[in-house]
């Protein structure tokens, strides 16, 4: 018992340091990982081992990740091929289905780059496809964050998916497979949603001119600016393919050379090496300090440092016994996939980042997974997932993604609480629900 409430001590602690002082996660976290330690009375070079089997192990699996998803993202964004993709979505799907077109085009776009960029890109279509088919723009632009959040949660390359699985030792193939496909089944209670209720807010437009600025830049092609995207994720799930138990492709040397390629570092050196054609004119400089890499890095590194420090927590937890207290206390009770839902959403709730939210979570589950019984490969794939879900809501007034959608917009805080913030809820308990069946049928 007094265990438990040490550990809760210490998530009240990390909590209100982000919350309530607006210190840094990573400090939040770390500092947090340290005093539990204390706390817990572990040997101070237990402290140390932990601090530096947590850190340094994460970033060997997952801060590389992190950062070439990041540079992929930052090119699709500059060179405007982010917004081709879209352009070609609403082409394909049409004018008529207003919000499908953005509900889709913001879960594709969300996939390598991040949510609140991709609402801030595609803002200009939402407000003029708005303007041009007299609906709402509350609901063109809420399909259009729904869209994104459930990607940005579910689907990695995006960074809380990518440290999730590492974290856990998910296998990244699976992940991306199974959260593309519960990300995608949750959009179709959320376009219900948008069509029935959130049409009904009454929000016109301002029109500006950033449209006809995005139509002057020299644009890539469609073809080239869906290459980053789509062969990272086809290698990443060719190679998990190959890697299975029964080895349905063989042990060749091309199978070898496909799990080389398709191991998710390599693949993602892959999509931003594509990534880098995008520029029409390419300069040597968006490769240096200064330039699109710089921003890059610059980008990825509050969240590689965070996802380090929730993975000091993690080992700082593991290393305190905290394992063996689940064992007993929960021999009887069967909460199996839904705890790392429960702690993701009551996580995201409080402190508004998803990241943080998936970070945290997974570092406080990975000790646990086999008390829980969710240590075969595939379970530890649906917990990933669960996470995700959890982590989608409740986004609300200490959620960065709310705020743009609520400012960019001109919505009321209470017209984006009942559309932005209620849709998250509801993405959050489809994903969960459809999860535990999966897990049910295949786990």
Not at 323 to 350: E, H, R, Y
Request: overall charge neutral.
């Amino acid at each position: 018992m007094l265990t438990l409430l040490i550990i809760l001590a210490a998530l009240a602690l990390i909590l209100i340091a982000i919350v309530k002082f607006d210190i840094h996660p990573f400090l939040a976290l770390f500092v947090g990982a340290i005093i539990y330690g204390l706390m817990m009375r572990m040997p101070t070079d237990l402290i140390v081992k932990s601090i530096a089997d947590g850190f340094g192990g994460v970033m060997g699996s997952v801060g590389l990740l992190i950062l070439l998803g990041v540079i992929m993202g930052t090119f699709l964004e500059k060179t405007g091929g982010a917004i081709v993709i879209a352009d070609r979505i609403l082409k394909w799907i049409g004018e008529k289905s207003v919000n499908l077109s953005m509900m889709l085009s913001g879960w594709i776009l969300s996939i390598p780059v991040f949510g609140d960029s991709t609402i801030i890109m595609m803002n200009p279509i939402a407000k003029s496809l708005s303007a041009k088919s007299k609906i709402s723009y509350a609901a063109t632009i809420v399909a259009l964050s729904l869209g994104a959040m459930a990607s940005h949660a579910l689907v990695p390359p995006t960074p809380g998916p990518i440290a999730t699985a590492g974290i856990l030792g998910a296998d990244l193939g699976q992940v991306i497979f199974y959260g593309a496909f519960v990300s995608l089944v949750t959009l179709v209670p959320l376009l219900f949603f948008v069509n029935k209720f959130v049409v009904k807010i009454p929000l016109e437009p301002k029109m500006v001119a950033d449209e006809k600025q995005l139509e002057k830049k020299e644009l890539p092609t469609f073809f080239n600016s869906l290459l980053p995207v789509i062969i990272p994720l086809i290698l990443i799930i060719v190679a998990s393919i190959a890697n299975y138990p029964t080895r349905p492709l063989g042990e060749s040397e091309f199978t070898k050379a496909l799990q080389f390629i398709g191991s998710p570092v390599i693949a993602l050196l892959i999509g931003a090496i594509l990534s880098f054609t995008l520029p029409k004119k390419f300069d040597r400089k968006l490769l240096s300090s200064s330039g699109w890499i710089g921003e890059s890095i610059l980008l990825a590194a509050p969240v590689i440092l965070i996802t380090g420090a929730g993975a000091v927590f993690g080992k700082m937890l593991q290393n305190s016994g905290v394992g063996d207290l689940v064992t007993s206390s929960m021999s009887d009770a069967n909460w199996g996939i839904f705890l790392p839902f429960i702690i993701a959403f009551a996580l995201k709730t409080a402190q508004g980042s998803t990241t943080v939210a998936m970070i945290t979570t997974a570092s406080i589950i990975a000790p646990i997974l086999g008390p829980l019984g969710l240590d075969s490969e595939t379970m530890k794939v649906f917990t990933a997932l669960a996470i995700g879900a959890g982590s989608l809501c409740i986004s609300h007034a200490n959620d960065s993604g709310f705020w743009v959608v609520t400012q960019l917009s001109g919505m009321s805080i209470k017209q984006g609480n009942m559309s932005h913030s209620l849709g998250t809820l509801i993405a959050g308990v489809t994903a969960i629900l459809l999860i535990f069946v999966l897990s049910l049928v295949v786990g």
